[in-house]
């Protein structure tokens, strides 16, 4: 019943910016929290950063950089990432725990398609 579709991936050269977009749609009543998850070729997947009840966590590794958010009225989340660097170079996925208007109080895991992010030296 939900859908996640990310969205802004591209390359960028070290030192440059881009802004990710996850956008929910479906029978959404309620988007729990949310995440960012990254995994680059031969590596193990990696949180990049999560939004709970207005509480932000982020890798040490993005701390400072990444910024995550969300706009309740468009279902859609976020990911700012400034300073890039090439081992910022991986495929990007986001993840929202979310309920349904079938059942409002039951959430659970959705994962959108992933986007790729390539940082140029």
């Known amino acids: 019943q939900v859908q996640l579709v990310e969205s802004g991936g591209g390359l960028v050269q070290a030192g440059g910016s881009l802004r990710l977009s996850c956008a929910a749609s479906?029978?959404?009543?309620?988007?729990?929290?949310m995440g960012w998850y990254r995994q680059a070729p031969g590596k193990q997947r990696e949180l990049v950063a999560a939004l709970t009840s207005g509480r932000t966590n982020y890798a040490n590794s993005v701390k400072g950089r990444f910024t995550i958010s969300r706009d309740n009225a468009k279902n859609t989340g976020y990911l700012q990432m400034n300073e890039l660097n090439a081992e910022d170079t991986a495929i990007y996925y986001c993840t929202m725990r979310v309920s349904t208007t079938r059942r409002p109080d039951n959430f659970y895991d959705y994962w959108g398609q992933g986007t790729q992010v390539t940082v140029s030296s």
């Open positions: 479906g029978s959404i009543f309620s988007i729990n929290s």
